[in-house]
Every structure is written in structure tokens, then in C-alpha cells.
């Protein structure tokens, strides 16, 4: 198990960027995936973007590809999301999500991680 702190989170206007991170506890950070999903009232959990453990895989939702990047940081214990161009319709609950990683994880699949952090609030003004 491991415990995730997400932080970055804010108001931003359209066009405009914004970094989120989450924080990790625990000594085997490498050892999981790290994904990126979004939440809006009344929808289901959004796959966004997820990462390696070791950094070098990652993977994105079509929604936000060439937009956002997802990266890691092992020796920190942190993954960011870099999401530029922001658009209203990026405006959503944010949340950091860990699993370990094994041959033929479901990197988008949310039921796939059973470790999750409380979110950040990112709101996209037009």
C-alpha cells in the first residue's frame, strides 16, 4: 500500500497551464504504475494519463494527447501531470492513482489501481 497526496491544483483560464503532483509514501515507488484520472458530477472516473514504473512507458487518453504530459520522479517518490492548453472541458477532480505493476497491466482501466488520493480541484475558466 501506498499513500498519495495530490497537489497543483487551481483556477486557471483557458489556454493556460498548470502542474499537478503526487506525493508517494513507501520505499518501492519504481515498483508501480502511476496513473492520472478526472472526475466530473454525475460522470464515471476518466482515464487521463499513466506512466511505468520505471518511467519509461507512458500513455495518454486521446482527449488530452499532445496537451498533457505525465512524468515521474523515483528518487522524489512524485509523479506530476504537465497539462497545457487547458480547455472548460478539462475542468474536473484530479486524482493520483498507484498499482503495482505487472506483464499486461490495464494502464486506463481505474479498477486496475487500488491505491487513490483524495484529488485536486482544476477548474478551466473561458
Known amino acids: 500500500q501506498v499513500q498519495l497526496v495530490e497537489s497543483g491544483g487551481g483556477l486557471v483560464q483557458a489556454g493556460g497551464s498548470l502542474r499537478l503532483s503526487c506525493a508517494a509514501s513507501?520505499?518501492?515507488?519504481?515498483?508501480?504504475?502511476m496513473g492520472w484520472f478526472r472526475q466530473t458530477p454525475g460522470k464515471e472516473q476518466e482515464f487521463v494519463a499513466a506512466i511505468t514504473g520505471s518511467g519509461g512507458g507512458t500513455y495518454y487518453a486521446g482527449s488530452v494527447k499532445g496537451r498533457f504530459v505525465i512524468s515521474r520522479d523515483n528518487a522524489k517518490n512524485t509523479v506530476y501531470l504537465q497539462m497545457n492548453s487547458l480547455k472548460p472541458e478539462d475542468t474536473a477532480v484530479y486524482y493520483c492513482?498507484?498499482?503495482?505493476?505487472?506483464?499486461?497491466?490495464?494502464?486506463?482501466?481505474?479498477?486496475?489501481?487500488?491505491?487513490w488520493g483524495q484529488g485536486t480541484q482544476v477548474t478551466v475558466s473561458s
Open positions: 513507501g520505499r518501492t515507488f519504481s515498483a508501480y504504475v
Open positions: 492513482a498507484a498499482a503495482l505493476e505487472y506483464r499486461g497491466i490495464l494502464y486506463s482501466h481505474r479498477y486496475t489501481y487500488n491505491n
